[in-house]
């Protein structure tokens, strides 16, 4: 009897300790992402616009893709409503052609309607990114004049901050999910 309430009460430590260490890797994810919209702002005065108008923004503050013929890529994110965390992501993909090396980068989905927002939410397979016409990826330096009036797809999509290298031409899927 007193081995099995030992168990039980290490079993609840492990139990705890895992939970402390998910909350915490939670908020580290989660400024990261901050600081990551921070800088995106910074760069693009565009992207500002677009989040002031925004239903929510879902920011990757870190997505690392390597390939060498085949590749993939992967990174964890935030869901920001009206600045506050409303849930966190991952993202994932497989890619296939010549293409070779290893980057990161930052990743952030302005989601400027409320349809656009639920699809995201409400996809228990993933919300696929490169099948949806109403998808709009904008070079950071191209925004410099865009504002929240000329702004005409559902969801606009920012790659920045990219560090390393990665070139060639391949097909890739991509693919964002719901953690919690």
Do not use: C, W
Not at 113 to 132: H, V, Y
Request: glycine share 12%.
């Amino acid at each position: 009897m007193k081995t099995a309430v030992r168990i039980q009460a290490l079993l609840v430590g492990l139990l705890l300790s895992v939970s402390a260490l998910a909350q915490t890797s939670n908020e580290k994810l989660d400024r990261g992402a901050r600081a990551a919209l921070d800088q995106l702002y910074a760069s693009a005065p565009g992207a500002r616009a677009l989040g002031d108008q925004a239903k929510a923004v879902l920011v990757f503050p870190d997505v690392t893709k390597a390939a060498f013929v085949l590749g993939v890529q992967t990174g964890e994110g935030v869901l920001l409503k009206a600045g506050k965390v409303a849930g966190h992501f991952s993202i994932g993909g497989i890619q296939a052609g010549l293409e070779a090396g290893a980057a990161s980068y930052h990743y952030a989905l302005f989601f400027l309607s409320d349809e656009a927002l639920q699809s995201l939410l409400t996809r228990r397979d993933g919300f696929d990114i490169g099948f949806d016409p109403n998808i709009v990826f904008v070079n950071v330096g191209a925004t410099k004049q865009a504002t929240a009036a000329t702004a005409k797809a559902d969801i606009y999509g920012y790659v920045f901050g990219e560090k390393g290298l990665i070139g060639g031409v391949s097909l890739q899927g991509v693919k964002i999910t719901q953690v919690d």
